[in-house]
């Protein structure tokens, strides 16, 4: 089965234009997702008890967080031997799921948040589920390629490789990915130092996995050479604020009684950055792509 491509894809809204990828409806049965076995998995996953920081602020991480570019798909389904299913592994609010559904003919969508799961967008051949990486439910051998965007830090690794090792199919491609601070001009780049040094003792741990570029993280898989890719928006300084009020560390900040601190960032981001003035936002991703043998 040939690779479908997005029309476009709006980083913003996270929406994607499905002219190519309609139909799918009545096959997607054939998969038998509802049914799936998971229960026993499921159990021996949650000893380990998944860290969730967003369901708490679901509409905040649904309002600030991005889509991913077009050319990072385009590449993901071009080394993949076949496009019958992919799996987005805890999928958020299904920020990467508009660029696999154009190109799979069928998208299983996993989160442990129902909140985030609640606010993504639907598609006739996407499937979303309540469910841990760690257990996903998903039928042996079936996935052709396995993603996780902007979430790998947060998961028990061992017990992830095992199941990614039971879901892909021989040959199948698991890749992940992440991104950290956004980039716009000396200004706003220096009051966003500012915080961030403010914002330091209310990371959850792991998150330093991430600030770290996932520099520690090797999937058991041989690793593939992949091109480098960036995001890149045209945004208000109301865009850059939601998006910084998507952080984990924003969450636990305003809950430790110290919202001043956030307050006093916005206040001197719009000194910078009138209101209406739209200016480009960029972040490099960090990527890590694999072929299970």
Known sequence: MTARSCSKVDPLSNTCVLQTCGGFGSRFLRFGYPAAKRSSRIRDAMIRTPEDHFSKIAAAYLKGRLGYPSSLFDYLAGICDEHEQAWDCATGSGQAVPGLACRFRSVFATDISGDLLAGAKQFPNVLYSKAPAEASGIDGHSVDLATVALAIHWFDLESFWGELRRVLKPRGIFAFWGYTWPMVDTGVDSLLDQLRLALQPHWPERSAILHAEYRTIEAPFPRLAAPSFEMNVSWTASDYFAHVQSWSAV?????RGQDDII??????????????EVRETHWPLHLGVYRCR
Not at 251 to 255: A, I
Not at 263 to 276: G, I, M, N
């Open 263 to 276: 307050a006093d960032f916005k206040s001197r981001l719009v000194a910078v950055w009138p209101e209406h």
């Open 251 to 255: 969450r636990y900040c305003r809950e």
